[in-house]
């Protein structure tokens, strides 16, 4: 389990400036980065205990994390 956010800039620090232009430019892209920010961070309060849940609901958080990550890196390399 890791306490580390994992926020967007870090895990595609090549790709900050196509992430900017997206999220101005779509409102699809710009909905993910939205949802993806929500549940990253009710996944990193829930790890750190802030707002505790059971097992299931975290393990769910984290796929939906996954695969709004997962589309979003589809269409990052698309643009």
Same mark, same amino acid.
Do not use: W
């Given at each position: 389990?890791? +306490?580390?956010? $994992?926020? %967007? ?6 790709? #900050?400036?196509?992430? $900017?232009?997206? !999220? #101005?430019?779509?409102? +699809?892209?710009?909905? %993910?980065?939205?949802?993806? $920010?929500?549940?990253?961070?009710? #996944? $990193?309060?829930?790890?750190?205990? #802030?707002?505790?849940?059971?097992? %299931? ?5 984290? !796929?939906?994390?996954?695969? %709004? !990550? ?7 390399? !698309?643009?």
């Amino acid at each position: 389990m890791s +306490h580390t956010p $994992h926020e %967007l800039a870090d895990d595609f620090p090549q790709d #900050v400036e196509k992430i $900017h232009e997206l !999220k #101005v430019s779509n409102p +699809h892209f710009a909905k %993910l980065m939205d949802e993806y $920010h929500e549940i990253n961070r009710a #996944v $990193h309060r829930a790890e750190t205990g #802030v707002e505790p849940c059971d097992q %299931l609901a975290e393990t769910a958080m984290r !796929k939906e994390r996954m695969r %709004l !990550k997962d589309e979003i890196a589809g269409m990052l390399a !698309k643009a």
